[in-house]
T-cell receptor
Framework: AQSVTQLDSHVSVSEGTPVLLRCNYS??????LFWYVQHPNKGLQLLLK??????LVKGINGFEAEFKKSETSFHLTKPSAHMSDAAEYFC??????????FGTGTRLTVIP | DAGITQSPRHKVTETGTPVTLRCHQT?????MYWYRQDPGHGLRLIHY???????DKGEVSDGYSVSRSKTEDFLLTLESATSSQTSVYFC???????????FGPGTRLTVT
């Protein structure tokens, strides 16, 4: 079975400082993993995806994530937070029938 | 923009009444999905479709039915709405080689 665990429900950073959002996954086979972002009262936008190619994946808006099989992790990072990064972030693993299993989300607050 | 629209965008209904939500896509994708989003749960899959008249249940399908008579439309029906079905409902399409999902803007449903 596939699942993800987002280790922090809320992360707060100052503008200009690094962002780290943590995600561990569980999968019975080589996983496809995603990060989605949801701004307040908006839909979900795909940030980046890992599909067994390069382990370091670059996404939109300066975000990237590293797939670490030995740690079963897929943490999302950004070198310097911007006010517009304030949103909810979801780590997601793809299951059978191309279904997605979502984590419970991490709310990122950026302090000016 | 994945060309996905949802209607209505907001609806308030009374317990026991039937409700149908519509998802429309303009890009002729085979896979379509319905999710609900609730605080503390992320998104959970209700039903999905892998072609016209081909549908299957997701994680939280009780109390919901779906239909897909045309490629572009995927309908979600609550036969007799309950207060526990108050939620935000998102439709998604699966696109690309890895079937990553792209989401519609959501429908906020309140059952009183």
């Amino acid at each position: 079975a596939q699942s993800v665990t987002q280790l922090d429900s809320h992360v707060s950073v100052s503008e200009g400082t690094p962002v780290l959002l943590r995600c561990n996954y569980s999968s019975s086979y080589s996983p496809s993993l995603f990060w989605y972002v949801q701004h307040p009262n908006k839909g979900l936008q795909l940030l980046l995806k890992y599909t067994s190619a390069a382990t370091l994946v670059k996404g939109i808006n300066g975000f990237e994530a590293e797939f670490k099989k030995s740690e079963t992790s897929f943490h999302l990072t950004k070198p310097s937070a911007h006010m517009s990064d304030a949103a909810e972030y979801f780590c997601v693993v793809k299951g059978g029938a191309n279904n997605l299993f979502f984590g419970t989300g991490t709310r990122l607050t950026v302090i000016p | 923009d994945a060309g996905i629209t949802q209607s209505p965008r907001h609806k308030v209904t009374e317990t026991g009444t039937p409700v149908t939500l519509r998802c429309h896509q303009t890009e002729n994708h085979r896979y379509m999905y319905w999710y609900r989003q609730d605080p503390g749960h992320g998104l959970r899959l209700i039903h999905y479709s892998y072609g016209v008249k081909d549908t299957d249940k997701g994680e939280v399908s009780d109390g919901y039915s779906v239909s897909r008579s045309k490629t572009e439309d995927f309908l979600l029906t609550l036969e007799s709405a309950t207060s526990s079905q108050t939620s935000v409902y998102f439709c998604a399409i699966g696109r690309g080689e890895t079937y990553e999902q792209y989401f519609g803007p959501g429908t906020r449903l309140t059952v009183t």
